[in-house]
């Protein structure tokens, strides 16, 4: 069965840099959109950043001119830069994409999360 595998978060000081990655645990036929969101305690998911299968990016205002998605498609990888990182990002990162496994069936995808903590 295939999964969404995020890596790369961890504890980092204000104003430091981490990159998320996420890519599929088996072999996938083709992946479309993909994108991260995160959760902090007491609040609701919300979306990061999303990339098309074209390339076409969207940020939140949040995270607007700090925050880099990019995707490898010969990888099957989605990436999070996140550079001068601030206390309030600190959530749980979970990244979700529109995979195909079987032909001609899109089904979208969730990973189980990574933890991103950002000390002041």
């Known amino acids: 069965q295939v999964q969404l595998m995020e890596s790369g978060g961890g504890l980092v000081q204000a104003g430091g840099s981490l990159r998320l990655s996420c890519a599929p645990s088996?072999?996938?036929?083709?992946?479309?959109?993909m994108g991260w969101y995160r959760q902090a305690p007491g609040k609701q998911r919300e979306l990061v950043a999303d990339?098309?299968?074209?390339?076409?990016?969207n940020y939140a205002d949040s995270v607007k001119g700090r925050f880099t998605i990019s995707r490898d498609n010969a990888k099957n990888t989605v990436y999070l830069q996140m550079n001068s990182l601030k206390p309030e990002d600190t959530a749980v990162y979970y990244c979700?994409?529109?995979?195909?496994?079987?032909?001609?069936?899109?089904?979208?995808?969730w990973g189980q999360g990574t933890q991103v903590t950002v000390s002041s």
């Open positions: 990339i098309t299968s074209a390339g076409s990016t």
């Open positions: 979700t994409a529109d995979l195909m496994v079987v032909a001609g069936h899109l089904v979208n995808y």
């Open positions: 088996g072999t996938i036929l083709r992946f479309n959109a």
